[in-house]
């Protein structure tokens, strides 16, 4: 059954609590890892295609990176699940992806990836995205254009 589309209110909403979200994960971890924050930026993503030039369904997610400090231990993420319940992301999940391994949460609709990469380097990549919003048809086009230049932080 497909989805009711949502009033790009929705979208806009969706995109605060992103924001939002991710500014207190990325301080966090940068406090608990002693370390710097950067590359603080969101964006929205189309999900499913309407048709071959359209998208049907968006979210918007937000991306950061830490660099740890020189007092920082690996593995990372080792210290950072009470960070994702502090910053509201309840039952942290420990994962692997290539390269490296991660660590999620939830809270409510939104979901956080911390993601470690050691071979790569001494930093954690963050992501925070909400779920797809199908958005009024005449609304498409706005928001496949849509570009958000902004730092979150």
Not at 31 to 45: H, I, N, P
Not at 53 to 76: C, Q, W
Not at 105 to 111: E, I, N, Q, R, Y
Not at 117 to 141: F, I, K, N
């Amino acid at each position: 059954m497909e989805a009711e589309p949502v009033d790009s209110a929705a979208l806009e909403q969706q995109r605060d609590r992103v924001r939002a979200a991710s500014a207190s994960l990325v301080t966090g971890v940068a406090d608990a890892l002693g370390g710097r924050a950067s590359q603080t930026t969101g964006r929205v993503e189309g999900c499913e295609s309407a048709s071959e030039d359209e998208l049907r369904t968006f979210r918007y997610t937000a991306t950061g990176r830490v660099d740890a400090g020189p007092g920082a231990s690996r593995p990372h993420l080792d210290a950072l699940g009470p960070v994702l319940v502090a910053a509201g992301f309840a039952d942290p999940t420990p994962g692997s992806r290539p390269g490296g391994s991660t660590l999620e949460g939830s809270s409510g609709d939104l979901t956080a990836t911390l993601s470690e990469l050691p071979g790569q380097g001494d930093y954690v990549l963050l992501s925070v995205e909400g779920p797809c919003l199908e958005v009024p048809e005449a609304d498409r086009r706005d928001w496949q254009r849509r570009t958000d230049p902004e730092s979150y932080l």
